[in-house]
């Protein structure tokens, strides 16, 4: 059974950091992309950015890049978000999913092509 667990999240100041961790289990991590995601409230789910299982080549939404890097450890079956200088629209559940296919050749970034939901982690601003 495919498990996707997140952690890391909190209040964090404007300019602020974290690092968000999503711990897989049940599958062979490094055949699966893997995407975060988040949903404000309010708001639709929105993709923020992937990591490929090839490579290690990631692709980030035009909001979060040059802040947020995602970098994967296939050693540990896990997938992390570093989050720098947060913002306040940053705010928002954030979740972890991974490609519904294995090896696929384009990562995708649609909620729909992804699966195995983690719970989602809480990030804060604490203004």
């Known amino acids: 059974q495919v498990r996707l667990v997140e952690s890391g999240g909190g209040l964090v100041q404007a300019g602020g950091s974290l690092r968000l961790s999503c711990a897989a289990s049940g599958l062979i991590f490094n055949t699966y992309s893997m995407g975060w995601f988040r949903q404000a409230p309010g708001k639709e789910r929105e993709w923020v950015g992937s990591?490929?299982?090839?490579?290690?080549?990631?692709y980030y939404a035009d909001s979060v890049k040059g802040r947020f890097t995602i970098f994967r450890e296939n050693a540990k079956d896990t997938v992390y978000l570093q989050m720098n200088s947060l913002k306040p629209n940053d705010t928002a559940v954030y979740y972890c999913a991974k490609d519904r296919s294995p090896l696929r050749p384009l990562v995708p970034t649609e909620p729909h092509r992804h699966d195995n939901w983690g719970q989602g982690t809480q990030v804060t601003d604490a203004a």
């Open positions: 990591a490929s299982w090839y490579h290690y080549n990631t």
